[in-house]
C-alpha cells in the first residue's frame, strides 16, 4: 500500500516561510508527477504547484516568485519552501503524486491527508 504522509505546516506571520515536506511510502511503486494543492474555507481546492521526474515545474499565478517546489526522487519526497507568506495562503495544503504499482500498472492518483498552514496578518 501507498501512502503519502506531510509534514511541516504551522502557525507563522505574514512574510514569513515555512517549508512543507511529502514523503511517498510503501513498496513496489514509482511516482511520476508529484505536486502540491490546498483548499481554503469556503473554497475549492486549487492547484499550487507541480514537479515532474524529470523537474519541471509549475506553479499557480499567486505563487509565482514565492514558493519554490522540488523534490528527491531517492527518498520518494516532495518539497514546498513557502516565502512571503500572506494571509490569503491560508489553507489546508495537500499533497499528491501520481504512481503506479508495477511496470504494467496504469498511473493513478494519491493524496496525502492535509496539512494545516495559517498565515496571521
Known amino acids: 500500500q501507498v501512502q503519502l504522509v506531510e509534514s511541516g505546516g504551522g502557525l507563522v506571520q505574514a512574510g514569513g516561510s515555512l517549508r512543507l515536506s511529502c514523503r511517498a511510502s510503501g513498496s513496489g511503486f514509482s511516482i511520476n508527477v508529484m505536486g502540491w494543492h490546498r483548499q481554503a474555507p469556503g473554497k475549492q481546492r486549487e492547484l499550487v504547484a507541480t514537479i515532474t521526474l524529470g523537474g519541471s515545474t509549475n506553479y499557480a499565478d499567486s505563487v509565482k516568485g514565492r514558493f519554490a517546489i522540488s523534490r528527491d526522487n531517492v527518498k520518494n519526497t516532495v518539497y514546498l519552501q513557502m516565502n512571503s507568506l500572506k494571509p490569503e495562503d491560508t489553507a489546508v495544503y495537500y499533497c499528491?503524486?501520481?504512481?503506479?504499482?508495477?511496470?504494467?500498472?496504469?498511473?493513478?492518483?494519491?493524496w496525502g491527508q492535509g496539512t494545516q498552514v495559517t498565515v496571521s496578518s
Open positions: 499528491a503524486a501520481r504512481i503506479r504499482r508495477g511496470v504494467y500498472s496504469a498511473y493513478e492518483d494519491y
